[in-house]
């Protein structure tokens, strides 16, 4: 029953043999942020009833996520506005990975009731819950034949 839109992200390399620099130089080739990659992680489940996701989030403060469901696509924006500074007295970092800015990622979930969309945000953790509309409340657009 999984939703085939989600598969979408299937590393198509793979055909390429076992050549694991390949698939990793294609992999990175590939990401449409490489800098956000590691950002909004998210689980998506697929139910008879429901769409469920668990999207990390962690270090946000809630007023700092967004999220929107219109026209069958989930959105789920956030912002970092800067971390404090923790190099050296002479300004020296041997590594940040941390990232800060605006990001996003974006879902297609069709057929969910908008009105009963319920999003809880705690321990970094955002948990959504998209119920999907009964088959009698999908809207329909019927055509009329001439």
Known sequence: M???LMNGRQNWLDNFGGDDWFKNFGQQLLAISPETDNLLKTDVKETDK???LAVDLP????K???VDYQDNTLKIS???DSFADHSDSQGN???SERH???FSRQFYLPGVNRDQIDAQYQDGVLQLMLPKLSES???TNPIEIR
């Open 50 to 52: 429901d769409y469920q």
């Open 93 to 95: 970092i041997v590594q």
């Open 64 to 66: 700092d996520i967004h």
């Open 59 to 62: 270090g946000l403060d809630k």
């Open 100 to 102: 800060y800015g605006r």
């Open 137 to 139: 409340d999908q809207p």
């Open 78 to 80: 956030a912002k970092r």
């Open 2 to 4: 999984a939703n085939e």
